[in-house]
């Protein structure tokens, strides 16, 4: 087919979606869970949550980003031709309509259904008298002594509010002790407080599941915190901040020290976004945005808790399975059951979170730090969560005396903490602990284990390498919710190649020729591109051209334009795309066999795999990697990413089943249109794919 026809000119946004209001869409497809009647009604609350804390994620990084661009590089353009102030407006329009449908979503569909399974959120004029009579005693024995109402006047300023913390403006008649006319008072709620209080089946009148939330209880009761006087007014109000590290890792002595300086300072970035309630009267309104400096189309009013996501907890205080997704228990394949080393010498293994377990990842870890025969272990850390067997078993390797590296990074984003205290952890027991390199995240998930072993049959005895790599965290946790791929191998090359990245990692020198994977910042943006123009070859000399790609964000402009031109030549695109995706797919002249569809269900989507069919229909030819990379700039340019290729034919097969699967998914996929929406297929009979994965795996 020919090339681009010269008469196609497009501009940028005829080229490039809006991130950030595709990262929106990726919103309101998650919050669409929680109006599936197919789903558990427990999980449907669970997806609602996940909405609203994705949501506040996404002003805390991405709105914040955008408004310091607006205010220093006013008239800088995206790649989608929009200027900061011109994304902040569509942004605006967009998040307010999402608020607002979470909100009827969860006052119009969930409070239904739940009460109908005698799961109720009472209101205060709900309240009967002996409930009324518990909370008051509630609120006095475990509320009130540690609430700190401040009342507001010349020496007594607007306080300093935390980032999304739960807060009260009240509005108060009457003379203080002191004589004073003291109209208003801000009412903090301790985070150590709960947000949802369960009321007793034993009180009376009361069912098996009632709540009632704090603001409520602060609500009835707020008299009782001015003695004398009478508030007339009590309106729950939330502030979200810029919660973006800034760093300046060149100028930083000790990177470490100078994180645990800005995690103190986090609660208090600049302030973007505004919730307050929604019968909260338009003066009082006005007065929280004047005192906070902030726009109208900053300020939100809605009509419930200003912290949807404090809901979450509601799902682990009931005991009712019938409105939870049943529960599974992980396969582990029986050749991982064993010694491990054995296995992984033997043949390749690929493991498929969480259908499969995670723990052959960590065992293979407690095998090497107790056997004699394994002298050194080297291990990224990215996200590892709190109380990890991961971390326990790189400390028993050092406690028992071998020599472990481990390259952690500190600044994984909300992670920072647990990571800096792991770090200190593992330096206390004699491992070694670097952060990687200055300027570019660590965001490869590697282990490398070295052992010395003893002539077998043919097999020479010496140093053999045995690697573990992933497309996902080193967080057992997490393993149980996302899908991701764990890869084992013994292969001399790659393991040479994950030896060659850790040498990169922890010491100095020029970049050095990988054989087998692919590595950001040097090679996989470039390899990728060559593999994008071979399809192209491929389709005009009229052979299979083909490209799968699944991963969890497209935007970067390059890499977009390339499949663009693949498309143009006839190389038939598959994307499985997530989240935010800035590729306009069926635009006629230029996208017209590019499809992009996101699949949203029990399991966040989460493992890279990248299938380049290389002019065969079969699989030998080829070339299928997996990968912790997203095509984004930062995966691509300012990270340490790896792709890692699978040879073996059979676990080839596997995967490439596992992306038809996707491909074939009409009940939890969405079709991504050339406008930035999503749409529903006709569903089929097939199950969803990560059930159909559930029932196979």
């Known amino acids: 087919m020919s090339q681009t026809p010269p008469e196609l000119e497009l501009q940028p946004a005829d080229l490039f979606l809006n991130r950030e209001l595709s990262l929106l869409e990726f919103n309101r497809r998650v919050l669409a869970q929680a109006l599936d009647e197919d789903v558990p009604l427990l999980e449907r609350l669970k997806f609602l949550c996940i909405s609203s804390a994705n949501l506040d994620e996404f002003f805390e990084i991405r709105v914040a980003g955008l408004q310091q661009m607006a205010e220093l590089n006013p008239l800088t353009r995206g790649a989608d031709g929009m200027r900061p102030a011109e994304a902040l407006a569509a942004i605006s329009t967009r998040a ?46 475990e509320l009130m002594p540690v609430l700190s109402p401040m009342g507001l006047d010349p020496a007594h300023p607007f306080p300093r509010i935390l980032n999304k913390s739960l807060n009260h403006i ?31 089946r034993e009180v009376p009148g009361s069912g098996p599941y009632d709540f009632v939330f704090l603001s409520s209880v602060i609500h009835a009761y707020a008299d009782e915190l001015f003695p004398g006087m009478q508030a007339t007014g009590c309106y729950q109000f939330r502030l979200t901040r810029n919660s973006d590290l800034l760093v300046d890792e060149e100028e930083a002595k000790d990177l470490m020290e100078a994180l645990e300086g800005e995690l103190s300072q986090r609660q208090w970035g600049d302030i973007v976004r505004l919730e307050v309630a929604h019968n909260c009267p338009d003066d009082m309104v006005q ?27 509601i799902p682990d205080m009931i005991d009712r399975p019938d409105l939870k997704y049943p529960p599974y228990v992980p396969h582990v394949p029986k050749a991982l059951s064993g010694d491990l080393f054995t296995a992984i010498r033997e043949r390749d293994h690929l493991l498929h979170h969480p259908y499969e377990s995670f723990t052959p990842v960590v065992e293979f870890l407690r095998q090497a730090a107790r056997d004699p025969k394994v002298l050194a272990i080297k291990q990224t850390l990215y996200r590892t969560g709190d109380q990890s067997a991961i971390v326990d078993a790189l400390i028993e390797a050092a406690s028992n005396g071998k020599e472990v590296t481990v390259v952690v990074e500190l600044r994984a984003r909300f992670d920072e903490a647990n990571n800096i205290d792991l770090a200190e ?127 969890n964000a497209l935007v970067e402009s390059e890499m977009i334009q390339a499949l663009y031109r693949a498309s143009q030549a006839g190389v038939r695109v598959d994307l499985i795309v997530r989240g935010m995706c800035s590729l306009r797919p069926g635009v006629k ?81 969405w079709m ?9 297929p006709t569903p089929g009979e097939q199950k969803p794919i990560q059930q159909r994965l559930l029932e196979t795996v």
């Open 96 to 141: 307010r309509a999402l608020v607002a449908e979470q909100y009827r979503t969860f006052n119009e569909v969930l409070i239904p259904a739940l009460e109908r399974e005698k799961i109720r959120f009472l209101r205060r004029t709900e309240w009967s008298a002996d409930q009324d009579a518990w909370l008051r005693t509630y609120f006095q024995n």
């Open 170 to 200: 009240i509005q108060l008649s009457g003379k203080d002790a002191f004589g004073r006319n003291a109209a208003l008072a801000v009412v903090q709620a301790p985070r150590s407080l709960p947000r949802l209080i369960q009321i007793p």
């Open 287 to 313: 007065y929280l945005a004047d005192v906070t400096q902030l726009d109208p189309d900053d300020v939100f009013q809605v009509n419930g808790p200003v912290n949807l996501n404090r809901l979450l907890a």
């Open 425 to 551: 952890k593992l330096q206390d027991v004699g491992a070694h602990v670097v952060y990687g390199v200055v300027g570019y995240k660590t965001h490869a998930k590697m282990c490398l284990i070295v052992r010395r072993e003893e002539t077998l049959g043919t097999t020479p005895g010496g140093l053999r390498y045995y690697a573990h790599l992933g497309t996902g965290n080193y967080h057992p946790k997490t393993a149980r919710l996302y899908t991701d791929y764990g890869f084992f191998t013994a292969d001399a090359q790659i393991c040479s190649d994950v030896h060659t990245v850790f040498l990169q990692l922890t010491s100095l020198g020029k970049v050095t020729k990988l054989e087998r994977l692919l590595q950001s910042p040097f090679t996989l943006a470039k390899q990728l591109h060559a593999k994008i123009e071979r399809e192209i070859a491929h389709a005009q000399a009229g052979r299979p051209a083909r490209i799968i790609a699944k991963m």
């Open 589 to 669: 002249g230029l996208s017209e066999s590019i499809q992009v569809r996101s699949v949203i269900g029990r399991f966040l989507e989460h493992h890279r795999v990248y299938y380049f069919a290389n002019g065969s229909e079969g699989v030998t030819e080829a070339d299928l990697y997996l990968s912790s990379a997203d095509w984004m700039e930062r995966n691509l340019f300012k990270r340490v990413e790896v792709a890692f290729p699978i040879l073996e034919k059979k676990l080839r097969k596997r995967v490439l089943a596992d992306l038809h699967g996707y491909l074939d998914d009409t009940a939890q996929s």
């Open 672 to 680: 991504l249109q050339a406008d930035g929406s999503y749409s529903r």
